[in-house]
């Protein structure tokens, strides 16, 4: 019995292995594809938010994968500190519910940032978070920064730091 199991399972490969070689492929010379890739390797991307530490605002420098669009960092700004950043003491004034963000740029360098709660119940610290998070990320720095929310405005203001 053990002699007709092992010769079923030679003709089974023997048959796999006619199969796969007739596929068709024909062998052919080195295909010449031009010039390995050079140049210089694509910045790694930063993202920089402004995190409460001790009362005081402190830059916090995280990697980033892709470009990101300002209202996206000012979502993560609003999202908290990682676990981490948890870790070594960091928090934030800005409430999640503040977001979602509009950016709009403004006249001689100046951007506004709409928030989707009142400006006015926002801490002094939040409206520093989001005017220096905002400066760090726009991709020419702002004169200033002007926050709004609910028709409601915080003076315009630079990143004090």
Not at 31 to 51: E, F
Not at 119 to 143: D, K, Y
């Amino acid at each position: 019995m053990r002699t007709g199991l092992a010769r079923r399972m030679l003709a089974a490969g023997l048959v796999s292995l006619v199969a796969v070689a007739g596929c068709g492929v024909r062998p052919s010379d080195v295909i010449p594809a031009g010039d390995p890739p050079s140049g210089a390797v694509a910045p790694t991307m930063k993202i920089t938010l402004y995190l409460v530490k001790n009362g005081r605002l402190s830059a916090v420098t995280r990697p980033g994968g892709r470009p990101m669009f300002l209202t996206d960092t000012l979502a993560l700004l609003a999202a908290g500190p990682t676990a981490m950043e948890q870790a070594d003491g960091f928090t934030t004034d800005v409430p999640p519910e503040a977001g979602p963000f509009e950016v709009a740029a403004k006249p001689s360098g100046h951007l506004e940032v709409t928030l989707s709660t009142p400006a006015s119940e926002l801490s002094t610290l939040a409206v520093q978070q989001i005017v220096c998070t905002t400066a760090a990320t726009a991709p020419e720095s702002p004169a200033q920064v002007t926050v709004v929310g609910a028709g409601q405005g915080v003076s315009p203001r630079d990143c004090p730091g």
